[in-house]
């Protein structure tokens, strides 16, 4: 009995320090101290996340059999025992399933892994398009197609503490360095393509919680996908060393529900002043003589 409670104490102590640990590894974001990977917001994130526990638990299966056999053996036949080695070199059967059983693992993870690869690839279908180009050392975002466009630079705030030099305070500024002045929003469960290029000189595009990172290279186009299960905000850096500033052009994605992502992208279109009557014509049929009037009422 006594031995019995101190057992549950003990599994229920266990568990209680697993539980951040098991938070950490669901949180979309890195984290300090972080044990295990993210599982991300994405499929591609999720598909890596899945590959990668797979694999894990394989290698802790091996690993618990392998050591488990050695320190087994080492012990029942130990020398103070009495233990004499066998003398045989070759055994067929042993080699035979010691070439087998590793030649079936290789197989049964490279199945998967290269199904999930492959859907990683596939930009097809996509309903949103955003051009990315790295500039030193900023980010300019393009919805392609909806003439909306603009720049995401490192916000003002970290800026300023960086060029101070004073020390910063984590819980003060959580995010510095990781803050931008005009966040690429995205909505919900809507496969957006990505193609990303640069202007200058090599950067990378990274957001962690999306499960892939992106050479950005002058001249060429690359691409990738995402689509973000979860609203919310996810943080990530340029990932190629790209000049003196490379530390400084964070990304911050911001996932927004889609009735939320067309009322902010209808907001960021160009006012229609350009052109005089078609804005109008939904209202009232325009005379020629009031058409140029009717952007200044729109707006
Ligand atoms: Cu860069």
Same mark, same amino acid.
């Given at each position: 009995?006594?031995?019995?409670?101190?057992?549950?104490?003990?599994?229920?102590?266990?568990?209680?320090?697993?539980?951040?640990?098991?938070?950490?590894?669901?949180?979309?974001?890195?984290?300090?101290?972080?044990?295990?990977?993210?599982?991300?917001?994405?499929?591609?994130?999720?598909?890596?996340?899945?590959?990668?526990?797979?694999?894990?638990?394989?290698?802790?299966?091996?690993?618990?059999?392998?050591?488990?056999? +050695?320190?087994?053996?080492?012990?029942?036949?130990?020398?103070? #025992?009495?233990?004499?080695?066998?003398?045989?070199?070759?055994?067929?059967?042993?080699?035979?399933?010691?070439?087998?059983?590793?030649?079936?693992?290789?197989?049964?993870?490279?199945?998967?892994?290269?199904?999930?690869?492959?859907?990683?690839?596939?930009?097809?279908?996509?309903?949103?398009?955003?051009?990315?180009?790295?500039?030193?050392? +900023?980010?300019?975002?393009?919805?392609?197609?909806?003439?909306?466009?603009?720049?995401?630079?490192?916000?003002?705030?970290?800026?300023?503490?960086?060029?101070?030099?004073?020390?910063?305070?984590?819980?003060?500024?959580?995010?510095?360095?990781?803050?931008?002045?005009?966040?690429?929003?995205?909505?919900?469960?809507?496969?957006?393509?990505?193609?990303?290029?640069?202007?200058?000189?090599?950067?990378?595009?990274?957001?962690?919680?999306?499960?892939?990172?992106?050479?950005?290279?002058?001249?060429?186009?690359?691409?990738?996908?995402?689509?973000?299960?979860?609203?919310?905000?996810?943080?990530?850096?340029?990932?190629?060393?790209?000049? #003196?500033?490379?530390?400084?052009?964070?990304?911050?994605?911001?996932?927004?529900? #889609?009735?939320?992502?067309?009322?902010?992208?209808?907001?960021? #279109?160009?006012?229609?002043?350009?052109?005089?009557?078609?804005?109008?014509?939904?209202?009232?049929?325009?005379?020629?003589?009031?058409?140029?009037?009717?952007?200044?009422?729109?707006?």
């Amino acid at each position: 009995m006594q031995a019995k409670g101190w057992w549950k104490r003990l599994t229920a102590t266990g568990l209680l320090m697993a539980a951040p640990v098991l938070a950490w590894a669901q949180a979309a974001d890195p984290h300090r101290w972080q044990l295990n990977m993210g599982r991300g917001v994405t499929p591609s994130s999720v598909n890596a996340y899945e590959a990668h526990m797979i694999v894990l638990i394989i290698c802790v299966v091996i690993g618990v059999l392998v050591f488990g056999a +050695m320190g087994y053996a080492m012990w029942k036949f130990r020398k103070s #025992k009495g233990a004499v080695a066998a003398q045989f070199t070759h055994n067929t059967t042993a080699e035979i399933i010691w070439t087998t059983i590793p030649v079936v693992l290789l197989i049964a993870m490279a199945w998967p892994a290269t199904a999930k690869l492959i859907a990683m690839y596939d930009t097809r279908d996509a309903e949103i398009t955003v051009k990315v180009t790295g500039y030193q050392w +900023m980010w300019k975002y393009e919805y392609l197609g909806e003439g909306v466009e603009f720049t995401s630079r490192m916000d003002q705030e970290s800026d300023r503490i960086r060029q101070s030099g004073e020390r910063v305070d984590p819980e003060k500024n959580p995010y510095y360095l990781l803050e931008v002045d005009n966040r690429l929003i995205l909505p919900v469960d809507t496969k957006v393509r990505f193609v990303i290029t640069a202007d200058d000189v090599i950067h990378a595009w990274w957001v962690p919680a999306l499960g892939w990172k992106q050479d950005a290279v002058p001249g060429i186009i690359n691409e990738a996908w995402a689509s973000i299960d979860t609203p919310g905000v996810y943080r990530g850096q340029c990932a190629e060393l790209c000049g #003196k500033d490379h530390a400084f052009m964070p990304i911050v994605v911001e996932a927004v529900s #889609k009735e939320e992502f067309a009322r902010w992208l209808a907001a960021q #279109k160009p006012a229609p002043a350009a052109e005089p009557a078609p804005a109008a014509v939904d209202e009232a049929p325009v005379e020629d003589e009031q058409a140029p009037a009717a952007p200044a009422d729109q707006a």
